[in-house]
């Protein structure tokens, strides 16, 4: 029994986990319900590394060191629930289970409740990166019990993603189920990135009038600077990708209907649950939702849409500026929501997060990997108790800079009939956060007259209700 930690499921994640373990100098113990990809693993990439082949769970374990690590690489859902149960009664109190699937923090929560019970640590892990990130350093948000994080995290910090000043992209986020949320939050904010990548690519294209290459170019610049990620990175080769098949653009020969797995929903069911407007990522998961509605969108190709005026090539290029400008500051926003999330998350499940941690974890490895990540880091780290990014006066000052310009591209958005409601919610968020008066007042007016729901002063204290039906007069509720 020598293997430092075994790894169970080796589909892509579980295979390029354990050879990054490997070639870290840490001998693997590997298992998968059909043995046939463990052999292949071994035969192929054992070279790598010590790699130590288990055809059953009972080899598995019986080939680890004490306390015993596993880690369960499978499909998330009932299928790992099913790998915990044929585990853990192979384990003893002090041993550990990983999971390193892309779990719900409820049922991480739940897991590490049962499986504490029987003395078992149970660490619910969230891995970003994909399968090139899991071979290469992924970035790794590990929950679950600081004991089992002092025996585990060292592994974590030599596998995971290194930062460009070398800091290991992996923290201990917090109990039971707080790594697998900052996971779901990670994935909210990825979709809200992508959301805004897109709409700024189709404003470019529709109101700009810019080919894909021309704009796979913008987002080449582009990515020289503030906005500097792996997402830009990417969207820059996609754009002046060329379709071998038919020589267009490859985006215009995919099919424009958005896929998702899930964890963008859950993002915003559990800020509904916990009553924080993460608006940027809603809109972003329900845009995908109507990209798929492809009858909805046929039966509605007929409605009227505004005149488009192209604009001039000098125009243009001043509008690529100003889409810039929106993309970014709509960039913060929607992290601010992000952070807003894993505040409210951590205050709700009783996890002490650091945010500034959080944010340095992604810098590197994971998808939404970028520059922009550090100067929010920076900003917590400035001041922990930070209520929101916006009142970070570095931030505050960028948006300020920025505003007049993504007024103007949502005006011209609306003009030309370009759909953005990422833009949009990041804005109305924005200007409703720093109003003096808001309608919900009015809001409160009206449930008090239909529904005597009451209503507070700004003048006095208590709760008042007015009589409506009657005289109108005010009485103390
Ligand atoms: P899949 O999610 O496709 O899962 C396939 C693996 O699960 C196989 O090893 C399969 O075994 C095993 N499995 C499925 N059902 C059972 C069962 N009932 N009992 C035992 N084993 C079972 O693999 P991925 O590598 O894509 O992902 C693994 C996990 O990592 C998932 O939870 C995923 O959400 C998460 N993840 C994936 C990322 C990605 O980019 N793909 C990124 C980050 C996380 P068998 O070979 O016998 O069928």
Not at 194 to 206: N, W
Not at 417 to 425: L, N, R
Request: aromatic share 8%.
């Amino acid at each position: 029994s020598s293997a430092q930690i075994g790894v169970t499921g080796l589909a892509v994640m579980g295979r390029n986990l354990a050879r990054n373990f490997a070639r870290n100098g840490y001998t693997v113990a590997v298992h998968n319900r059909t043995p046939s990809k463990m052999r292949a693993l071994v035969e192929e990439f054992g070279g790598e590394g010590e790699f130590v082949p288990a055809e059953t769970p009972e080899e598995l374990v019986a080939a680890l060191e004490r306390p015993r690590r596993v880690m369960i690489m499978v499909k998330a859902g009932d299928p790992t629930d099913a790998v915990i149960q044929e585990f853990a009664p192979l384990l003893e109190p002090g041993d550990m289970i990983i999971d390193g699937g892309n779990a719900h923090f409820a049922d991480t929560r739940r897991r590490e409740r049962e499986l504490r019970e029987r003395g078992i640590h149970f660490v619910g892990t969230g891995v970003s990166g994909g399968e090139e990130g899991a071979l290469h350093g992924p970035s790794i948000m590990p929950g679950g019990s600081a004991e089992a994080y002092a025996s585990l995290g060292p592994m974590l910090e030599k596998i995971s993603a290194k930062a460009a000043d070398g800091a290991p992209c992996v923290t201990h986020v917090g109990a039971d189920g707080a790594g697998h949320f900052v996971k779901m939050v990670h994935n909210g904010i990825e979709y809200a990135d992508m959301q805004l990548i897109g709409e700024a690519y189709q404003l470019l294209r529709d109101v700009a009038g810019y080919t894909p290459a021309q704009i796979a170019d913008i987002f080449r610049t582009w990515n020289t600077g503030r906005l500097d990620s792996y997402l830009i990175e990417i969207t820059a080769e996609v754009l002046s990708h060329v379709d071998a098949r038919t020589g267009r653009p490859f985006v215009d020969v995919v099919l424009d209907q958005a896929e998702q797995k899930g964890t963008g929903r859950w993002t915003v069911q559990i800020a509904l649950d916990l009553g924080v407007p993460v608006s940027g990522i809603a809109e972003a998961v329900f845009a995908r939702s109507l990209s798929g509605h492809a009858g909805l969108r046929e039966a509605s190709r007929g409605l009227a849409g505004p005149s488009a005026r192209p604009l001039g090539e000098k125009e243009a290029a001043a509008f690529a500026d100003r889409v810039e400008q929106a993309l970014y500051a709509s960039k913060i926003v929607s992290y601010t929501q992000g952070f807003h999330e894993i505040a409210a998350g951590g205050e709700e499940y009783g996890w002490d997060i650091d945010e500034g941690a959080v944010a340095a974890i992604w810098r590197g490895g994971c998808i939404i990997r970028a520059v922009f990540l550090d100067r929010i880091r920076s900003a917590y780290d400035a001041r922990p108790d930070l209520p929101s990014l916006l009142a970070d006066k570095g931030f505050a000052d960028e948006i300020a800079a920025a505003q007049d310009d993504w007024r103007a591209v949502l005006v011209a958005a609306v003009q030309q009939g370009v759909p953005t409601p990422g833009f949009s919610a990041a804005l109305a968020y924005y200007d409703a956060l720093r109003a003096d008066r808001l309608p919900a007042a009015l809001t409160q007016g009206q449930r008090d007259y239909f529904g005597a729901h009451t209503y507070k002063r700004t003048d006095t204290e208590g709760t008042f209700h007015t009589l409506w039906g009657g005289d109108r007069s005010e009485v103390e509720a």
